[in-house]
């Protein structure tokens, strides 16, 4: 089983920036293709960014690309979300989640096999 954890949310002005990191218990945790999604309130979860299981490639909603950042440290199992030119539309509950099965990163959330408990974004306009 693994555990994520979630951190690095809070409430931040438009313009300004965040970075999320998500820690992992899993002792493969260079295994998994790792991702981050978000729900707002009255939505469902979707997908925000994705990375390979070296970080050698990644996937980004059209929403976010160009702001937001995913990277991964596997020597520290975690995986981060650098998110700069913040808008009140990101504002949501971000998830973390992890793949275990396949090597793709894919967007629709059921596939996902492990999923942290989320942490608030909130963006002030």
């Known amino acids: 089983q693994v555990q994520l954890v979630e951190s690095g949310g809070g409430l931040v002005q438009a313009g300004g920036s965040l970075r999320l990191s998500c820690a992992a218990s899993g002792r493969t945790f260079s295994s998994y293709v790792m991702g981050w999604f978000r729900q707002a309130p009255g939505k469902e979860r979707e997908f925000v960014a994705g990375i390979s299981r070296s970080g050698g490639s990644t996937r980004y909603a059209d929403s976010v690309k160009g702001r937001f950042t995913i990277s991964r440290d596997n020597a520290k199992n975690t995986v981060y979300l650098q998110m700069n030119s913040l808008k009140p539309e990101d504002t949501a509950v971000y998830y973390c989640?992890?793949?275990?099965?396949?090597?793709?990163?894919?967007?629709?959330?059921?596939?996902?096999?492990?999923w942290g408990q989320g942490t608030q974004v909130t963006v002030s306009s």
């Open positions: 989640a992890a793949e275990t099965s396949r090597s793709t990163i894919v967007v629709v959330t059921t596939t996902w096999d492990y």
